[in-house]
């Protein structure tokens, strides 16, 4: 790996602006999901690690709360500037982490980069209120204080774009934060904390703590129940979220989470084939897959099913699987063998369930990373495993349906109403859509829900 400012890349952990190691001084591997070649390692730090993290954020907060607001907006601004400028050497981390492209690092780098401008401007835009209450010359002031320390727990598939985004807002509104990245892609995390000390931000305001999938159940535990962490933010699993929210219950902490997606994506027969396949190669190949406002479910109506599956299968066999470094690959490995190994037991039971695979379905012949080809398995049904979890892997599936109540049904059937898409001429149906589909999200006629996908697009 090969960066134009080598001293972006880190091997540790950041503990109140200085570099260091667990008190164990274990260590983990990072691996290149492209080629399995372990290339850097990094502190596996336990539960006994997390308080003085905790403490030196905490003092760190005492003294950030009170920064003026205008001040707090031009770091971010300064952030942005040297993020932009290190973009390229934070792509190429990326790629070496997570397997995607080139051109995925890059757009998700360019993502990111948007939440740090966004944020800048907020900074100055914490307002509070005046109310007249209902006794006589009396007036209720309400006023915004940030609320303190912040621990984020953070995912491996977008570690610029989670952590730019969780950062951003923190520091904007005056709180400190104590990141915790995933074990696969703590690299990235540490360039950007290496930014913004670069930048300016004081000691303590921003720790980063790393360690092992062994040890990061104890680690999150212990930063959930922490009685100085007064707020978590998580992204992952609708599981692991599950169990965070337990955590932090006991404390009765405020906590944000973005879990796991299901999202059907709905063709019918009025629909613009075109347009609804160029949105799906994007939706189910971008990232090989593992993000969670992927196409999970795809349901295409009876009467252009056949010319659908055949449309996707000429343009998903144009796809070049390869490592993310190489000129011209369009889809990387999977970011983890656990990817992997899932992958084949959904294809093995949709299989064994009458679904039949039109490609792919295997591990390509040759590449020793964590590689699997994009799969598209025909006459799915609401009993495959595949129908009932979220993939995160180059897997589509295609289900065949009638009527619109007839896919209305089968899409809101299950419990992670994230997102859903569909593509449709007909303006009532459209409004009938919009109302009766049950998810936070809708794309309608367009799979790009957020900046993200248009980059990448492009």
Known sequence: MQLNDPSLLHEASLLNGEWVAAQSNKRFDIEDPGSRHVFATCPTNGPEDVDK???TSHAAFERYRHVNPRERAKFLLKWHELITKAREDIATIVVYETGKPMAEALGEVDYALGFAWWFAGEAERVR??????????????????PIGVSAALVPWNFPVAMIV????AALAAGCTMIVKPSPETPLSVMALADLAL????APGVLNVITTDNEYTPSVSERLCKHPLVRKVTFTGSTRVGSI?????SEGLKKVTMELGGNCPFIVFDDGNLEQAVAALMILKWRTAGQACTHANRVYVQAGVYDKFAQMMLEATQKLKVGHGTDSGTTMGPLTTERGVEKLKKLVSDAISKGGKVLCGGKQPNGPQGYFFEPTIISGMTSEMLAS???IFGPLLGL???ETEEEAVKMANDTSMGLASYFFTKDIDRTWRLLESLEAGMIGMNTGMLCFLCWMVMV
């Open 165 to 168: 985004r969780k950062v951003a």
């Open 198 to 201: 670069r930048a300016g931000l």
């Open 399 to 401: 289900h065949r349906f």
């Open 388 to 390: 009932q979890e979220e």
């Open 128 to 145: 509070g209120s005046i109310a007249l209450p209902s006794v006589s010359n009396r007036r209720t002031f309400v006023i915004k204080q």
């Open 244 to 248: 965070i929210a337990k955590h932090c």
């Open 53 to 55: 993290y905790v403490e």
